[in-house]
T-cell receptor
Framework: GIQVEQSPPDLILQEGANSTLRCNFS?????LQWFHQNPWGQLINLFY???GTKQNGRLSATTVATERYSLLYISSSQTTDSGVYFC?????????????FGRGTQLTVWP | KAGVTQTPRYLIKTRGQQVTLSCSPI?????VSWYQQTPGQGLQFLFE???????NKGNFPGRFSGRQFSNSRSEMNVSTLELGDSALYLC?????????????FGNGTRLTVT
């Protein structure tokens, strides 16, 4: 299956700072999603973004499919942004429900 | 629209026992997938069901099984529990028909095996 690598593994920020999380994937993908896992364990879908750029409030994401990477930008960080951010991809040979996840970026935002 | 619902939220079982977890997908979603999350292995795919048929399976032993009902609700079963089965089990649903259908996850069931 496809390999998904995320960096950095850990990120510590002060409130108000900006950050960029990166996701590299090893092969062409049909489906690329970013998730935020809250302290209670729920994975919340942030973006479905197999290519191009999307924005949602303080968050935006860009996927360059030809170069096999995606970036998640968080601007003006808030303490509620803390948690683990996962990137997940669907490779072309798999069925829709079978996402390959990276190991995540643990984000801690201090007040 | 109600989200993906998983029950129970927490479970404590003893080695050797079996357990059944339940997942109700978002209304209209026909694909249900199950994932296991542990600190050591991260998020790993267990299996996916679509229209009551298993259409993909991850690399887990046969002790892990699942099924899907005609209303798209799904259950997974783990028999002969081992300590290593302690994990957060997450269920996700999607429309299941196109590659551009995002997955939506439930709150998970946290299983502890003692």
């Amino acid at each position: 299956g496809i390999q998904v690598e995320q960096s950095p593994p850990d990120l510590i920020l002060q409130e108000g700072a900006n950050s960029t999380l990166r996701c590299n994937f090893s092969d062409s993908v049909n489906n690329l999603q970013w998730f935020h896992q809250n302290p209670w364990g729920q994975l919340i879908n942030l973006f479905y973004i197999p290519s191009g750029t999307k924005q949602n409030g303080r968050l935006s994401a860009t996927t360059v499919a030809t170069e096999r990477y995606s970036l998640l930008y968080i601007s003006s960080s808030q303490t509620t942004d803390s948690g683990v951010y996962f990137c997940a991809a669907l490779d072309r040979g798999s069925t829709l429900g079978r996402l390959y996840f990276g190991r995540g970026t643990q984000l801690t935002v201090w007040p | 629209k109600a989200g993906v619902t998983q029950t129970p939220r927490y479970l404590i079982k003893t080695r050797g026992q079996q357990v059944t977890l339940s997942c109700s997908p978002i209304s209209g979603h026909r694909s249900v997938s199950w994932y296991q999350q542990t600190p050591g292995q991260g998020l790993q795919f267990l299996f996916e069901y679509f229209s009551e048929t298993q259409r993909n399976k991850g690399n887990f032993p046969g002790r892990f099984s699942g099924r899907q009902f005609s209303n798209s609700r799904s259950e997974m079963n783990v028999s002969t529990l081992e300590l290593g089965d302690s994990a957060l089990y997450l269920c996700a649903s999607s429309l299941g028909l196109q590659d551009n259908s995002p997955l939506h996850f439930g709150n998970g069931t946290r299983l502890t095996v003692t």
